[in-house]
């Protein structure tokens, strides 16, 4: 997922066909189906009567809550991108021992679902609980998600700019903040974009680590006042949040181009040699690892060996395992199929309705699963009756929630494919089938696998959607977990958690294979 | 690449085919059932009826809310038979929706009229009862209160914890606001929103009192029961407190059992339920790892659990938990 | 007094000596341009000058300052006060013209002509100020980048091909506009290049690196006219090596004589005769076949086949092409250097 030549607007002098007419059908057809859970929302909230809606928003709890959801996306985004610029250096740029090893160690807690995560933290030490724990716990859960997408741009910079700045005067300090991260900006952007969407609708984690939010208050208003309609307006306040947070994204993100300027096969830069200060180096990466990676892990392997309950439901192991295998699989192929069109519009045909259409995969994104799950459940009932509580309809649910994973990969790669080489091969005597088949398509190849294998991994560890919409006796890991660990049989719980992990584990040894700017 | 994922996803595709294809196979009789009780309960409850029955049951497995919203906006459409739950406020909302079909008569009367709806449209299956889980060496039995409600004096500042998010402690405010009156009930709130910590869900509650981060916790009493049968981790340094005498503090909440209108299986789903509150099924409850109260007067939990007939719980309708004015006072503190 | 000056500097990569004890100065003011074919070690050269690269031996020195000395570097590149013009100019992506400029200059450095002074000094329009790099011609963006180097007024400007991606008639023209801004702040340049015409016009003096070696150093007219290797001869210009008998100071070669510039004894030796060297004449001796001919406009080279000799060079005037497959005759004239043979 290397997000590195971003850009909105592409400059005058390039002006762009408009878009096939097919295309462009198939690309509302998309932003339609995502918004599914958007306009089901709507109608619910619009059902409750105004004063109790505004009687119910403006209390101060209400504010309260508000302010720990900004807190934590503020904190948590600001954390990841500091964590990863950090890592991202260390790995690439300097001769830090064992760096191929940090790199996939450094992506792999995106395996470990932030549910987890908390449960293992929480099951250590109440210390994490409240705004520093949750903090801490929840950024190591998704700070891979703007780590990756950082090393790869920094892996494909150019290091004469940051020569250059050393003939200027400048300081390598200096150096890193005026030439380097201006240009990893757009990857930065891209990550943190996902971590935000991602804080407004986290729910499993933030529940165990005692620090309510927007959404979790929304999972109580479900539960308590057994309420849906009042739910739902509240759930409309994330959405717009999230549409807060998608416009600054874009805005910040900017009108400025960050295609190279020169043609140039770029060098490899040299690495700074840490000498001594190696060793000190190693405790950065090693910190994350032991407490993304280790604290969760020995937490659950600790439960294996303690829990009289360990071994119960271990016959299920196999099924759910297989189950889970094939509904990330099926969901992560779809999922890239519809990014595919979706970033072919944004990218090579950028106007408004790109820019919406690609826009509104993200929305989901910010909805808890249960607004999601609902949503689909109403919408299929009333127009595919047949297919409700059957396998197509889980996996839409899927695309639904995971779509802007996909996009974000695929679109960032197809920007790394310029249009020009297309020509250059139809110019050889290749149809533009054939042209997109042998050019595009191998440029994209990397990014469409590093969107499917973050699908694929979330897929692993959706709950929701999953208890409420798979076939009837289907069971995922996932599940299995919830309810092995709702009844208090951790021993019997943790193989399925640590089955996940394990499953997520090639998704992530992929990611951490995919290279940035290709040369 | 995506020609070694082919490789991968194909033979997967055809391997749950062949799966799914095993699976519809078996055309006997079955019902299907949403069941937010603990999924392992019904996983030893269910084969025991299929046994007797010939009938499969079918579990579909989430929480009370989820399931019961699910089956709200599934309307009649819903693919269920039968709605079970851990806790009355669920079986509540989808009564109110007119959901359910009633039960049989023979069903309804296994069960002591105070654990089931005058409406007769859902009945009680288990029960389980509030405590006051206390750190044995933070505190010593005789500190410990004789009301619930006075957990909001100022002397327990910092000493009690509890889960309000939760529809348990709901029920149990249900039961302060029935016994004591609203204004009583809004001091004592106030008073607890002061001096309690508040954690999600009752396991957590029991680990933080067992790890000495607070003297005291709210919880029900199968929580630690289940701790120390599976390995006493969370629960080791505790003990139980029943509060008696009828204070709201010895509230036994109820799990439902419903059989839903829209069902095409009447009859199964009847005969489900009956089982399920008929000597058969509450003996497979007794008998269970579960530890919760059958409601069937004739069977016993026979185990160290403190019996059934020595606890004094406060009389309280249970189709009146949660009502409105419950969630308003718990706003009014503040504490959801 | 002297701007730059190696003495003896080695580096190796692996095995391969990409510089191989080099030693050139740089007085005040003046451009050497360092030329070679790619591989020569040139670019590295100039790479260990700016401090990207330590070397394994030798010493740097930039003005009074030793550089690097024993091969390691003693002060960093910030400290240096050079310029530094890449390929292609790197602009950065994310700044604006105006921002390129003043990106080496701190705050309190800025003065508010600093830009509009740069620009006129490289001969851009002033409203390029505002404008983003990709908004730019090639040749534009390579100016911009040199204005940015001059800021900061460095003593020594090092540049790297700067002007190999521009086409031909925009190369010379970016060329000199350069040279002009350079000379015009007083700074000194380093230009790396690979382009004869290049190093030969816009230097003041011109060094061939060959395999890690400064080969030949000297004004462009002189490593011309006496190219001390053949490879240099053959580098910086086109040309003929031709067997040769020299006595009396007179090469005697198959196509004719030539004079010899010293006396350097008698015997076989090799000989260096550039195309002009060499003109087609009504009566002569020599007889030559014309096997063909590069066509320049004003004049051109013909390819001509003699006895012993597959190609002979010789330039003719654009309007006195002979046609191919013709006989015509040969007369050579002028000064070679001498090789041994």
């Known amino acids: ?139 190591l859960s998704y700070f891979p998600l703007v780590y990756l997408p950082v090393t790869a741009a920094l892996r494909g910079l150019d290091p004469v700019h940051e020569e250059l700045a050393g003939t200027l005067g400048l300081s390598r300090t200096q150096t890193f903040l005026r030439v380097v991260l201006p240009q990893l900006r757009p990857a930065v952007l891209g990550g943190s974009l996902l971590v935000a969407l991602h804080m407004l609708s986290e729910f499993g984690a933030l529940k165990m680590l005692r620090f309510p939010t ?64 190696r060793l000190v180096a190693l405790l950065l990466p090693g910190a994350v690892t032991a407490l993304a990676l280790g604290v969760p892990i020995y937490s659950l392997l600790r439960w294996v060996s303690i829990g009289t309950s360990t071994g119960r439901g271990s016959e299920d192991l196999l099924p759910t395992a297989l189950a889970t295998i094939v509904f990330a699989l099926v969901g992560a192929l779809l999922a890239v199929a519809l990014a595919l069109p979706v970033s072919v519009l944004v990218v090579r045909h950028a106007s408004r309705t790109s820019t919406l259409i690609e826009r509104s995969t993200y929305t989901a994104n910010a909805l808890p699963g249960i607004v999601i799950a609902l949503a689909l459940i109403t919408f299929t009932i009333r127009y595919v009756p047949g297919l409700y509580q059957t ?71 959706e709950l929701t959607a999953t208890l409420l919409l798979a076939p009837i006796e289907t069971q995922t890991l996932a599940t299995r977990f919830w309810s092995l660990s709702g009844g208090l049989q951790y021993g019997a719980a943790a193989p399925f958690a640590l089955l996940m992990i394990g499953l997520a584990m090639p998704a992530v040894y992929l990611l951490s294979r995919t290279p940035g700017r290709k040369s | 690449m995506t020609s070694r994922l082919l490789a991968v996803a194909v033979p997967l595709l055809l391997l749950t085919g062949a799966l799914s294809a095993c699976s519809q196979e078996d055309d006997g009789p079955f019902i299907t059932v949403y069941n937010a009780q603990h999924e392992e309960l019904l996983k030893e409850l269910a084969p025991k009826f299929t046994d007797e029955t010939g009938i499969e049951v079918k579990l579909r497995n989430g929480s009370d809310f989820e399931l019961g919203n699910q089956l709200v906006a599934e309307g009649d459409a819903s693919p269920a038979d039968v709605f079970l739950t851990e806790n009355s406020p669920a079986m509540s909302l989808v009564e109110k929706e007119g959901l359910f079909a009633p039960l049989e008569e023979g069903t309804l009367e296994l069960i002591p009229q105070a654990y089931r ?32 409600v006075d957990l909001a004096e100022p002397k327990w500042k910092g000493r009690v914890s509890f889960s309000p998010t939760g529809a348990d402690f709901q029920a149990i405010v249900s039961a302060v606001l029935e016994t004591k009156g609203e204004a009583a009930t809004k001091a004592w709130l106030e008073g607890l929103a002061e001096n309690g910590e508040v954690y999600d869900g009752n396991n957590i509650v029991m680990q933080s009192v067992n790890d000495g981060e607070v003297e005291t916790g709210i919880a029900y009493h199968y929580y630690w029961y289940r701790d120390q049968q599976e390995s006493g981790e969370n629960s080791s340094e505790t003990a139980l407190h029943f509060f008696t005498n009828q204070d709201p503090g010895a509230f036994v909440s109820v799990s439902g059992a419903g059989v839903l209108e829209s069902s095409d299986k009447q009859e199964d789903a009847q005969e489900f339920v009956r089982w399920l509150v008929d000597e058969a099924g509450q003996q497979a409850l007794a008998d269970s790892y579960a530890l919760e109260y059958p409601l069937n007067p004739d069977v016993q939990l026979d185990s160290q659990v403190k019996p059934f007939s020595a606890l004094e719980p406060p009389v309280v309708d249970v189709s009146a938990l949660n009502g409105p004015k419950v969630i308003e006072l718990m706003q009014d503190a503040g504490l959801i | 007094m002297t701007v730059l000056r190696t003495s003896s500097l080695t580096r190796s990569f692996g095995s391969v000596r990409a510089l191989d ?110 404008r983003y790099p990709h908004e730019l011609s090639g040749g534009q963006q390579q100016r911009v980048a040199v204005a940015r180097a001059l800021a900061r007024k460095p003593s020594l400007l090092l540049l790297d091909e700067p002007f190999s991606s521009l086409d031909a008639s925009l190369r010379e023209s970016t060329g000199r506009a350069v040279m002009r801004a350079v000379q015009a702040r007083g700074a000194a340049a380093l230009l790396v290049t690979h382009d004869q015409n290049e190093a030969l016009s816009l230097a003041d003096s011109v060094g061939v690196m060959q395999a890690g070696k400064v080969v030949q150093v000297g004004p462009p007219i002189e490593v011309y006219a006496h190219p001390a290797t053949p490879f240099v001869a053959s580098f910086v210009g086109a040309g003929t090596v031709l067997s040769a008998t020299v006595a009396d100071r007179v090469a005697h070669t198959p196509i004719g004589d030539f004079d010899v510039a010293e006396d350097v ?56 092409l002979p046609t191919i497959g013709d006989e015509v005759r040969i007369l050579t004239h002028g000064r070679v250097t001498v090789y041994p043979a």
Request: include cysteine; charge should be neutral; aromatic fraction near 6%.
């Open chain 2, 117 to 148: 709806p005058a409406s007769g449209d859902w009945t009680g299956f288990a029960a389980r009862s509030t405590v006051l889980m206390y750190n044995t060496s933070e505190i010593s039995e005789d500190e410990l209160p004789t009301s619930i």
């Open chain 3, 265 to 320: 004894g008698s015997g076989p030796a090799q000989v260096f005769a550039r195309p002009e060297q060499v003109r087609i004449v009504e009566d002569s001796k020599v007889v030559a076949t014309v096997r063909g001919f590069d066509f320049h406009g004003h004049d051109a080279t013909v390819h001509l086949g003699v006895d012993g000799h597959p190609e002979v060079l010789c330039r003719v005037g654009g309007d006195e």
């Open chain 1, 214 to 277: 927007f959404t979790t208050a929304i999972y109580d208003q479900f539960n308590t006042s057994f309420n849906g309609a009042a739910a739902h307006m509240t759930a409309s306040v994330l959405v717009l949040v999230c549409f807060v947070v998608l416009l600054v994204e874009l805005r910040l993100r900017g009108r400025r181009r960050y295609a190279p300027t020169s043609s140039g096969t770029p060098r490899v830069a040299a690495r700074l040699e840490l000498g001594r200060a």
């Open chain 1, 391 to 461: 396998a197509p309809v889980l996996v839409a649910a899927y695309l639904i929630m995971f779509l802007s994973r996909a996009v974000v990969s695929v679109r960032s790669s197809l920007e790394q494919a310029p249009p020009v080489l297309e020509n250059v091969a139809r110019s050889l005597g290749l149809s533009r089938m054939a042209a997109t088949w042998r050019v595009t398509v191998p440029i994209v190849l990397p990014g469409i696998g590093a969107g499917a294998a973050l699908v694929f991994i979330a897929i692993c560890t």
């Open chain 3, 21 to 130: 004890g080099v030693d050139l100065e740089i007085a005040d003011g003046a451009v050497l341009a360092v030329l070679g074919p790619s591989g020569c070690g040139k670019t590295t050269l100039l790479r260990v000058i700016a401090g990207f690269l330590s070397g394994d031996a030798g010493e740097v020195s930039l003005g009074d300052r030793v550089v690097l000395s024993d091969g390691r570097a003693r002060v960093s590149t910030k400290h240096r006060n050079i310029g530094y013009v890449p390929q292609e100019g790197a602009l950065f992506p994310h700044l604006d013209v105006a921002a390129n400029i003043t990106f080496g200059l701190s705050r309190r450095e800025r003065r508010a002509g600093d830009v509009a002074d740069l620009l006129a000094l490289l001969e851009l329009d002033p409203s390029l100020a505002s």
């Open chain 1, 1 to 139: 997922m290397a997000i590195r030549l971003a850009t909105q607007r592409r400059p005058p002098e390039r002006a762009q066909e408009g878009a096939p007419v097919a295309l462009r059908l198939l690309g509302v057809t998309i932003a339609v189906f995502a918004l599914i859970p958007l306009i089901s929302l709507v109608q619910h909230a619009a059902t409750v009567d105004p004063d109790v809606a505004l009687g119910q928003l403006f209390r101060p709890r209400m504010a309260m809550l508000l302010g720990h959801t900004f807190g934590l996306m503020v904190t948590c985004v600001a954390a990841s991108i500091v964590l990863s610029l950090a890592c991202a250096w260390l790995v690439v740029r300097t001769d830090l021992p064992l760096r191929g090893l940090w790199h996939v160690l450094l992506t792999a807690p995106l395996a470990v679902p932030a549910f987890v995560n908390g449960f293992g933290w929480v099951s250590l030490t109440h210390a994490v609980e409240g705004y520093a724990g949750a903090s801490m716990v929840v950024t």
